[in-house]
């Protein structure tokens, strides 16, 4: 048997005609860019994410970038990143004239905790911080991260591209954030077809300003109060991610059981699978096990011979990328993030893997010595 780390293309029954005649009727009537499915996608995702305000956008990284500017960081202002994430977190820092400081994540959990942001935030007085939900589960310590960001005057972002679906006490990760954003490149567990992107806001001021910014800063047609970004979704990705989202929890189930069926039957010592702190239910975006560096690679080269495929999501911390330099601010940094770039290991996770591919996956890394 040959397992995938990830197959994007198994769709629910019907979904794919569906697309396809809703993207037959989007070229009869020539809504390309705007038009009523991007109202609709937005209200949709409005209403599952249970948030104020949401915005669809180009991508993820510009989401980041237009929810930086819409809630106030400017050119100089220093911002706070975890030294553990995608690369898009700190170049839009940088992108948006911001500087970017790293900030190591737990070594057990693997976040940003909130004794290590109270440490940032009187070492280096930021103006914003990004906190990122990875994983497909929130950090550990969401609320009381939110909580001293509010005491300290320090605007948080929390780029939530791997944790739509997580709930923290029963309630939706994004309605308790200020601003959020996500992405919605394929492989995401709510993935349109190419990149698009989303925005989400309990403030009608940045609501109002990001949207104006996502659209060449106009405040008319040809009146443009900000230098923006053309950073439109396009129809035909708001069209497929309605569809896709109308499917989401679906899919998370059946991502989720993978997770717990692997934390549940694989008893290999040289694993130790990580996840969500009690209070948080996970999306099942990746399964995630911890080995030691020096042990990992033969590992990976087993996965290879039989056939599993495999993720080391991220295999590099931010502040040791040859792209930082020259843009890093400063740091504070014990070793954590790459050490868990180093042994982080995932296994096959996505939507409707059939139970005899879990199995052989839970059977091969059993017998693993």
């Known amino acids: 048997m040959k397992v995938p780390f990830i197959d994007i293309l198994r769709y629910e029954k019907n979904f794919l005609e569906t697309v396809t005649e809703r993207t037959a009727a989007l070229l009869k009537n020539g809504h390309f860019v705007g038009g009523p499915v991007i109202a609709e996608f937005e209200t949709s995702l ?89 994983y497909g589960w929130a950090a550990p310590e969401t609320l009381e991260i939110r909580k001293l960001c509010q005491e300290k005057g320090v605007i948080l972002i929390e780029d939530c591209a791997q944790a739509i679906g997580v ?13 959020a954003t996500t992405s919605f490149y394929p492989a995401k567990v709510l993935g349109a077809s190419g990149d698009a992107g989303g925005i989400f806001t ?36 708001a069209t497929f991610l309605v569809e896709s989202l109308k499917h989401l929890e679906a899919r998370l189930d059946s991502r989720r059981e993978v997770c717990a069926q692997y934390r549940m039957h694989i008893k290999n010592s040289a694993l130790k699978f990580i996840g969500p702190s009690a209070n948080v239910t ?12 020096e042990s990992r690679p033969a590992f990976i080269e087993y ?44 296994l096959p996770c996505f939507a409707y893997m059939t139970k005899a591919e879990v199995d052989f996956v839970i059977e091969t890394v059993n017998q693993y010595k």
């Open 202 to 237: 309990t403030s009608s001021q940045v609501s109002q300003v990001a949207n104006k910014l996502l659209n060449h800063g106009r405040t008319s047609h040809y009146e443009h109060g900000f230098i923006g970004w053309n950073s439109r979704l396009g129809a035909y990705e």
């Open 46 to 134: 409005k209403n599952y994410t249970k948030t104020e305000f949401a915005l669809g956008c180009a991508n993820g990284t510009d989401a980041i970038q237009v929810a930086l500017r819409a809630a106030g960081v400017e050119k100089n202002d220093r911002v706070l990143i975890p030294d553990m994430t995608f690369w898009a977190t700190f170049e839009a820092v940088v992108n948006v004239g911001a500087v970017p400081y790293t900030v190591d994540v737990s070594k057990e959990h693997l976040h940003l905790t909130a004794a290590a942001m109270k440490e940032a935030i009187e070492k280096f007085n930021p103006k914003a911080a990004i906190i990122v939900h990875l």
């Open 303 to 346: 996965l290879k011979k039989h056939d599993i495929g495999y993720g080391t999501v991220y295999p590099g911390a931010m502040s040791e990328q040859p792209g930082a330099a020259g843009h890093i601010g400063g740091k504070i940094s014990h070793g954590n993030a790459d050490w868990i770039a180093k042994s982080v290991i995932n």
């Open 167 to 179: 709930k923290i006490n029963d309630q939706s990760l994004l309605t308790g954030a200020f601003v």
């Open 282 to 293: 996970e999306n099942g975006y990746l399964s995630v096990a911890l080995m030691t560096p």
